[in-house]
């Protein structure tokens, strides 16, 4: 498949993920009496790369987040050539869904972007007003866990028709430990859409949000090969 229509798919997919997940939290989360809650916006996530994953994995591997590609790229699965391509696919289809949901919110009487719009935070932006170290410790470690889980479910050794289940569970799973910390991200695309409309203090955070998640889907993209064998696999294939 050409790298251009891979991008493309990663661009809407990307979109889906952003608009579905900060959509829940913006929209739904504490609509009155009947709000999902931190439950319902971890699901939320979850089910964004659940269903994207069956729709475009076979096309694009259904990255949906700069951090996954650096980790599938420094695991060698992925070529460091098409990361730019990836990435501002990426970017680009995170802004996109931030700007059709700040368009929705928007029609709603009392709508103020000072809630935050979902975006991410630490020390008094934090939802639980962790620091900095909590906060960049949270998202390197869940970060890594996240990219672990996506090597192990897509490794050629294992059952692929469930990868899709495990990663949209552990997107899931990882919302849940983080959304109080910093209202988690693992993912720069998704911070950045909702940091751009919002400005001021979520713009100079942002920071944060691309360094630590790419940082723990680095160490993730080393230590997954080192602990499963996976180089010595691809070297014995090599020489068979």
């Given amino acids: 498949m050409p790298l251009m229509k891979r991008a493309a798919v990663e661009f809407i997919g990307t979109f889906w993920l952003v608009f579905g997940g900060c959509g829940s939290a913006v929209i739904a989360a504490a609509f009155p009496n009947v709000g999902i809650g931190l439950l319902g916006v971890s699901l939320a996530f979850g089910l964004t790369v659940l269903t994207m994953a069956y729709a475009i994995g076979h096309i694009s591997g259904c990255h949906?987040?700069?951090a996954v590609s650096v980790g599938l790229a420094v695991a060698k699965r992925f070529p460091g050539s098409e990361l730019p391509a990836y990435i501002g696919?990426?970017?680009?289809?995170g802004i996109a869904a931030a700007a059709v949901l700040y368009t929705i919110a928007s029609g709603k009487a009392g709508f103020d972007l000072a809630g935050g719009?979902?975006?991410?935070?630490?020390?008094a932006h934090s939802p639980g007003g962790y620091s900095l170290m909590a906060c960049l410790t949270a998202e390197v470690v869940l970060t890594l866990m996240f990219l672990?889980?996506?090597?192990?479910a897509t490794d050629r050794r294992a059952h692929a028709g469930f990868a899709p289940l495990s990663i949209g569970l552990g997107l899931t799973l990882i919302h849940l430990i983080g959304i109080p910390v910093t209202n988690l991200s693992v993912n720069p695309a998704r911070s950045t859409g909702p940091a751009l409309f919002v400005g001021g203090w979520a713009l100079e955070?942002?920071?944060?949000?691309?360094?630590?998640p790419i940082a723990g889907a680095a160490l993730a993209g080393i230590l997954y090969?080192?602990?499963?064998?996976?180089?010595?696999e691809?070297?014995?294939a090599a020489r068979a």
């Fill in 64 to 66: 949906l987040n700069p």
């Fill in 89 to 93: 696919a990426q970017v680009a289809g």
């Fill in 117 to 123: 719009f979902a975006s991410n935070g630490f020390g």
């Fill in 148 to 152: 672990f889980i996506i090597l192990g």
């Fill in 205 to 212: 955070q942002l920071w944060l949000f691309w360094i630590a």
């Fill in 225 to 232: 090969p080192a602990v499963a064998g996976e180089a010595e």
């Fill in 234 to 236: 691809r070297a014995a």
